[in-house]
């Protein structure tokens, strides 16, 4: 197993359901999430920021 | 005559992320006098080791839980439930990569906590290699960590549970000593970040996902020169050779997780679930954690603090998040008091305007 820390933008969604989707969608294209936020809102590109650590086997 | 007591219990969760230089809360245990002060006027305070951990020194009350980060953030998505416990079998696991004197004084930390305060410990374990932790500083001001040697945690937590019969993890891991480091002399000055806590986070992390038990972390160092300076925020992690007491208290009494799936009936009586939770407390700016996200599908109370300031930039209203924003953690209290004992704050003021017909 491997430690990974990983960085990605994803589009600001309609819900928070739809987020929290589209969080998940976007960690398991690196590995198993381990810990994650956001940790920025871009309002004017409606993007946020992502910051997270994955694990890979 | 007997009255019956259907009141349902108040439940709350504070949350103070580590790592990420909250002004409240980001140092050595800062944030105990407000567990504590919550505690005084909830059921039961849902907390995690960040926010109870001083080093030497440590909050516990008897309706305060003790629950790992990840643990947390499963608690919050449903999908695992708390059950308290009277006591938990603690094993520690001390991380290869320590030097044996180093190594001895987390030992004797261990029968200190053991003769002194009565907590139940099983033999303790190496891990088989060390554990090698990296550290990383993030663009947006976060601390986080990763670990070249994932397995060997994993062997040692496993070995520890399957032989010694332990209930929780306390891991100790050898973190690399930079006395004169920018961070760590703001650290110890009370600002700037915790460099240390995105990779005791993944640790910890990592053991709760794997083996689904209570764990926590704390870092093996050499001790640090006198500091003339030092701010009282930090001045508890810098009382002895070892941060790890409060880890051990903390997990003496941690609550078992709920995983079973398919549930049974039992586990819906005996464990405290998060649609539970009446009110989560967290840093005005940090709003895009997993746990914050999760409540916000739920019927829970998200309660911000501005005050708290942090090194993130996600505020409620930027997420469409319906929140209590408030500016100290003292108008918190009082915000739970209040709604606890049926009242609406917007009734404490002294203007009320009257009561109006629907448009």
Not at chain 2, 52 to 66: D, P, T
Not at chain 2, 89 to 98: E, M, N, P, T, Y
Not at chain 2, 170 to 189: G, I, K, M, T
Request: proline share 6%; charged share 15%.
């Amino acid at each position: 197993m491997t430690t990974h820390f990983i960085t990605a933008e994803i589009n600001m969604q309609e819900s928070v359901a739809d987020l929290h989707q589209e969080i998940s969608a976007t960690l398991s294209n690196y590995g198993q999430p381990l810990r994650w936020a956001v940790t920025s809102v871009d309002a004017q590109q409606q993007t946020l920021a992502l910051e997270a650590v994955v694990t890979t086997d | 005559m007997v009255s019956l007591g259907v009141n349902r219990p108040y439940v709350v969760v504070l949350l103070i992320p580590t790592g990420i230089g909250a002004s409240i809360g980001g140092y050595a245990g800062d944030a105990i006098p407000i567990a504590r002060s919550i505690a005084a006027v909830v059921d039961c305070l849902i907390t995690h080791p960040n926010v109870l951990n001083g080093a030497q020194l440590y909050g516990s009350a008897s309706n305060i839980l003790y629950v790992e980060g990840y643990g947390l953030d499963q608690f919050a998505s449903g999908k695992w439930g708390l059950r308290p416990v009277h006591q938990n079998r603690v094993g520690l696991l001390l991380d290869q990569g320590i030097e044996p004197e180093l190594r001895i004084r987390h030992l004797q930390a261990a029968d200190a906590v053991r003769a002194t305060l009565g907590v139940s410990m099983t033999d303790y374990a190496l891990t088989d290699t060390p554990l090698d932790v990296g550290l990383h500083l993030s663009s947006s001001g976060a601390a986080w960590g990763t670990i070249t040697n994932p397995d060997s945690l994993l062997r040692g937590a496993e070995k520890l549970i399957r032989d010694g019969g332990a209930e929780a993890i306390a891991v100790v891991s050898r973190f690399p000593d930079e006395p004169n480091s920018p961070s760590l002399q703001a650290y110890r000055h009370g600002q700037g970040v915790d460099h240390l806590a995105g990779a005791e986070a993944v640790i910890s992390h990592l053991v709760v996902r794997t083996f689904h038990i209570p764990c926590a972390h704390a870092p093996a160092l050499q001790p640090l020169p006198l500091d003339l300076d030092l701010a009282p925020r930090s001045a508890a992690e810098e009382l002895g050779y070892t941060f790890l007491p409060s880890v051990l208290v903390g997990l003496n009494r941690a609550p078992q997780f709920i995983t079973h799936s398919p549930l049974r009936p039992v586990d819906r009586i005996d464990g405290l679930w998060a649609n539970q939770v009446d009110a989560v407390v967290v840093p005005d700016s940090a709003c895009g954690g997993s746990a914050v996200l999760n409540f916000s599908h739920s019927a829970t109370r998200l309660i911000t603090v501005t005050e708290n300031q942090t090194q993130m930039a996600v505020f409620p209203n930027q997420l469409q998040l319906p929140a209590l924003r408030l500016n100290s953690y003292l108008e918190v209290i009082g915000a739970i008091a209040a709604h606890r004992a049926g009242v609406h704050v917007e009734t404490l003021v002294s203007h009320l305007s009257s009561i109006k017909p629907i448009p």
